[in-house]
T-cell receptor
Framework: NAGVTQTPKFQVLKTGQSMTLQCAQD?????MYWYRQDPGMGLRLIYY???????DKGEVPNGYNVSRLNKREFSLRLESAAPSQTSVYFC???????????FGQGTRLTVV | GESVGLHLPTLSVQEGDNSIINCAYS??????FIWYKQESGKGPQFIID?????DKRQGQRVTVLLNKTVKHLSLQIAATQPGDSAVYFC??????????????FGGGTRLMVKP
């Protein structure tokens, strides 16, 4: 049982480039989340999807877009990467409200 | 805006002692709280959760206490072991109008266990 799978694990981008971070879960979870974690900091919510077909902004959505492709997949897109987006990105999912969220192993993104 | 925060960024304890990690939250409407452990280079892992209709919940060597009056959450680890060294985060779940439940995290506390 893979749980939450993120790809890629590492990525280096030049300023202005675009890319999509992929996330898939095989636990039949309804809610999915994207967080960023800067060095020595907590996790900040970028976007979330409470159910298939819905997405909503979190605490730090600027510069990002998301797509809930289906119940399993939730992707995060950077249209024009900036150095301030250098961070570790975590995807998570949960079955429903008031249940624990499970996390992927993270994507380490560096924008130069 | 609403936020979840922590009092202590770093906690150093002797192996075998008990550890207490604290967290303050500001959203009185939050009804679900979770503690996560994050080891270096890994994603957060669930430790224990508590709903707002409870004030205490126990797991294996861990206890979470919730004080809704002062909006305070704590994680107690009994007989702390070297393997407990990690960063610990509290998280709260809040409901946004027409937008489902949102899970937000505090800043984290680094627990260091001395042999």
């Amino acid at each position: 049982n893979a749980g939450v799978t993120q790809t890629p694990k590492f990525q280096v981008l030049k300023t202005g480039q675009s890319m999509t971070l992929q996330c898939a879960q095989d636990m039949n979870h309804n809610s999915m989340y994207w967080y960023r974690q800067d060095p020595g900091m907590g996790l900040r919510l970028i976007y979330y999807s409470a159910s298939e077909g819905t997405t909503d902004k979190g605490e730090v959505p600027n510069g990002y877009n998301v797509s809930r492709l289906n119940k399993r997949e939730f992707s995060l897109r950077l249209e024009s990467a900036a150095p301030s987006q250098t961070s570790v990105y975590f995807c998570a999912s949960s079955y429903r409200a008031n249940t624990e969220a499970f996390f992927g192993q993270g994507t380490r993104l560096t924008v130069v | 805006g609403e936020s979840v925060g922590l009092h202590l960024p770093t906690l150093s304890v002797q192996e075998g002692d008990n550890s207490i990690i604290n967290c303050a939250y500001s959203n009185s409407a939050s009804d679900y709280f979770i503690w996560y452990k994050q080891e270096s280079g890994k994603g957060p892992q669930f430790i224990i959760d508590i709903r707002s209709n409870m004030d205490k919940r126990q797991g294996q060597r861990v206890t979470v206490l919730l004080n809704k009056t002062v909006k305070h959450l704590s994680l107690q680890i009994a007989a702390t072991q070297p393997g407990d060294s990690a960063v610990y985060f509290c998280a709260e779940e809040s409901v946004r109008d027409n937008a489902g439940n949102m899970l937000t995290f505090g800043g984290g506390t680094r627990l260091m266990v001395k042999p």
